[in-house]
């Protein structure tokens, strides 16, 4: 016997969203990211490059020191290995 409608878990990604790879849907479950967020960090990452560390974050206009620690636990970066 089903009582009522199940109510689905909050979006959140199921692993650790890798930063430079991410599409704007992957970086929009991240808490507290949403399209307009997302479009963001794409944007700088097309400006300036990869980000290095996952703190470069905070140099995406609208997140700031609150929503990076929001989001911390879910996001990575792979080290990009350049070649000499």
């Not at 307009?36 to 980000?51: D, M, S, T, V």
């Not at 700031?64 to 929001?70: A, H, I, K, Q, R």
Request: some cysteine.
């Amino acid at each position: 016997q089903q009582q009522g409608v199940s109510i689905p878990a909050p979006k959140k990604p199921t692993g650790a969203v890798e930063l430079n790879s991410a599409a704007q849907q992957e970086l929009d479950l991240l808490p507290g990211i949403g399209p307009a967020k997302a479009a963001a960090i794409l944007e700088y990452r097309e400006q300036h490059g990869p980000f290095l560390e996952p703190d470069g974050l905070l140099e995406v206009p609208g997140i700031g020191e609150t929503l990076f620690g929001d989001i911390a636990d879910y996001i990575c970066v792979d080290a990009q290995e350049e070649d000499p």
